[in-house]
């Protein structure tokens, strides 16, 4: 008889349910609900108001998740067929750092009729940027009162993370921070909804919010430090419970089955981070092999058994990504976002027209004749800071960098060049890893990039040296939520009992694999040496041209002569 | 009674014919003839013959110049409705340097049956570059040897220079090289066809062939040092009398007469290069004021009374452009033709369309677009050097950077920051100049982009500092000749005593100026000193990148691994 687990995936946009055998991670449905009110970026989804929002900020609205479980995991039930008493998991992973206030019966407080006009009442998505004055005054603190947790997360904590946002209700809304009885994840207040417990999961404390096993959050006197009234932020709005990855964090409800069409009882998993859920379902679950989350920006993430300081990754958590290994994590954040500006800021519209004429994907044109190019044909170097670099120079002040152009320089050149760049940034991820101890044997590339562009990934694979896999499933977020819910069930139950052994039953790679080309080496060597000069030279103080740059800009944009 | 003069400037694809009235300048009838055989860069044009020529190589057809005097010229008086009598004088410039081999008659060796094949028999066009290993031998033995006119040339003396080339024909077509009764400039081959005398004129004899008034040629000893059959050169195939600029070198034969349908004696004035003559053209017969001819790529010339050292300039000569005044000419190579790049090969369509619906040009859409920005504001900073550096890094194999772009770069504010490349390195230049005692108080800018583009002038004065003028005449190497002309009649017959009377009569400045924006000083200034220190760390050895690029793309073409 077949068992079934059900894998929601929460994205930026949408959220996706997809129905998988436990036996062998066949998917057997999915469907996909777009979110009512997506990214809220300009101002709040109020008929008949107008609160418009201030720059850099990224707000959802909690009820498009709860609509994702009303709609998408039925639709993805009925598509596969199945029989609700056959599923016997579900598991859930999320954007990260994306939380909201709520109150002790994790109401969320922009649903209170008298706080729906205030922002800081929402949901603040991953990609909130406005907390940048409160992380740098959380990372100037951690350095000035030496913070043992700061070398853990690269030497520097990011406006998207926890606390940035936290601090920011406090500092801007003091009222809603203190109506505020919890401050929660969005992941692990979805799974509240639907076990009807608040269970905090350890990836995104881990990894967005200082947490670690053995040392707890920080203590209440740093928090004290940044401002008197978030002294006791933790024992006020979290909690220093945090499960374990792969628990059963409990039961659907009755009324969340009646969400969802599953049973009442059926196991939800703890919850978990969309990246980091993808590493099992990508088959890793030992040291040594990378996964590389592929697409607007990329993460990597691999497993080690001890704990090693490399500095500007973004950070490592014990037991974060898998139980037993320390979980490294570093990310580029411009990869699939630097190919979509190239092709529509730079190409022109002639190779739009034979994209058209041939019925291919612009970017399929362009690699088509990129990858016709030798390594260093085109000329042309990059560096891949179109949107600052996050690892390992964690800095988002950076710019893009072009040289090499000449008269006779073509768009495909360009395009090529914007890849190999990017390869070249994962290179020196790869070698900061390895240098302070965290071994990289193979990579294996999940995302769209991965699955659509061979091109890409020949680049990838030579520039590296490491051989690049994909795995089967497109949806290893959705999967590997899956494998989590199979786990939560547990082997009695017909799931799995650990996650290696979920990976082992129905996580696969496929049989498309790209090795290095040893004729490239040189040629990727050289080039490689190159990209580092300038990477350490624009990078590391030796010129700040590009904060220079940017500082004017932002003074002429200000009206500033 | 109104005296005309003819002024025939000989350019890359066509020539063109003015007449002008010698008491004001007017412009009173022109004519065009395109080249039958343009720039010959692919194979010879012979009927039933296939002669392929090599990479870099660029010929003309000495026919094309005759055809000129026999079509251009007549059309002009037409046009004009001038009577041949009342044109007092013929003067024409041309591209330099520009040389052909001939016999002692100047019958070009090129029309001689048995050599109509070799491509060596042909004129060399001045962006023939295929000499570069002869430039190369004669600049290493000129340190070698200690050549006292090396400093004069910054240092380094071009492939396109006279030696380079007659080197080449020695070093691959010794059999032409020894049939050369003469090697010749085409500007002064060409008046000696109109006056039957070979005339050999200062200027491209100072700038192009290593002349001087006070040292004139380099010794034989030293063409002798590069091959033993190159020490008579100069004597053999060349000669030591070289005219004085802004004389008549003779009257028109009846035959040339009846060429351009002018009186036969008409004086005819010694031939000078499109540059030089711009100069007086533009108003400029004294100390301080910069002429500027900018179009693919820009020509500063600029007087001083006395001799000065400037590195990485052109070079200088005395009496080179004006009798009396050291004429110091520097350049930058890619100008108009950077800019036409870009929109080629780096525009969305979306632009294009955007200038077609409005009916304007797609330079015009973007410069009004990048008109809005202040400095700065692009968050961009580029160095102009997609075709390399004339002045001051005399380094063809450098390439061009950008930096600072990030995923909101827009066209426009590229465009805009390659504007302000050129603008940069234009600044340089005159930095240059100034710091070794060569003032400059303000720029006479002239050619196409300076007459159709308010927006790059203005940035030109922004950026350095100095009010930017236009002459009148939209065709001032033209005027120039003509101007020339009237010179060689001579004030007796109605013409003009010297070059700078015909200026003070016959060039004039428009009303347009452009004058430094104050309030854009701080932003520039920043700007410019981020410039000046990437051009000094790519372009004076802190990081050779851009020639490593390059002799990585090489390899790569040529199928190297």
Known sequence: MSRYSVGVDFGSESGRAVVVDVADGRQLGSAVYA????????????PGRDVALPPDWALQDPDDYLRVLQTAVPEALAAAGADPADVIGLGIDFTACTMLPTR??????????ELRAEPHAWVKLWKHHA????????????????????????GKISSEW???????????????????????????????????????????????????????FPSPAYFAALDPRFGDVVDAKMSRAIARTGDRAGGLTAEAASWTGLREGTAVAVANVDAHVAVPAATVVEPGRMVAIMGTSTCHMVLAAGEHLVPGICGYVEDGILPGYFGYEAGQSCVGDHFAWFVENAVPGRYHAAARELGVDIHELLQEEAARLRPGESGLLALDWWNGNRSVLVDAELGGLLVGATLATTAPEVYRALVEATAFGTRVIIEALEA????VTEVVAAGGLAQRSPFIMQV?????????????????????????????????????????????????????????DPATRDAYDTLYREYVRLHDYFGRGGNDVMKTLRGLRSRAKAGVA
Request: glycine share 8%; with cysteine; aromatic share 8%.
């Open 131 to 154: 907390a940048q004055p409160e992380a740098d005054r959380i990372n100037e603190a951690a350095r000035r009162l030496g913070e043992a947790w700061l070398p853990r997360y690269g």
């Open 436 to 439: 302070n101890g965290v071994p």
């Open 35 to 46: 979110y009512r009110h997506g990214v809220i970026d300009a101002r709040l989804p109020l």
């Open 162 to 216: 926890f606390f940035s946002k936290a601090l920011q209700i406090l500092d801007e809304a003091p009222d809603v921070y203190a109506r505020a009885d919890r401050l929660i994840e969005a992941a692990d207040w979805v799974v509240w909804r639907l076990t009807g417990v608040e269970t905090r999961n350890p990836t995104t404390a881990g990894y967005k919010a200082i947490w670690s096993k053995r040392d707890g």
């Open 460 to 516: 990838y694979a030579d520039v590296t040296g490491k051989p690049q896999r994909i795995p089967v499933s497109d949806q290893v977020p959705a999967l590997g939520a899956a494998m989590f819910g199979a786990v939560a069930a547990g082997a009695a139950a017909g799931g799995h009992a650990t996650i290696a052994d979920a990976a082992a039953a129905m996580a696969r790679l496929s049989d498309v694999r790209y090795d290095p």
């Open 104 to 113: 002790a019966d994790g109401t969320p407080l922009c649903l209170l009729p």
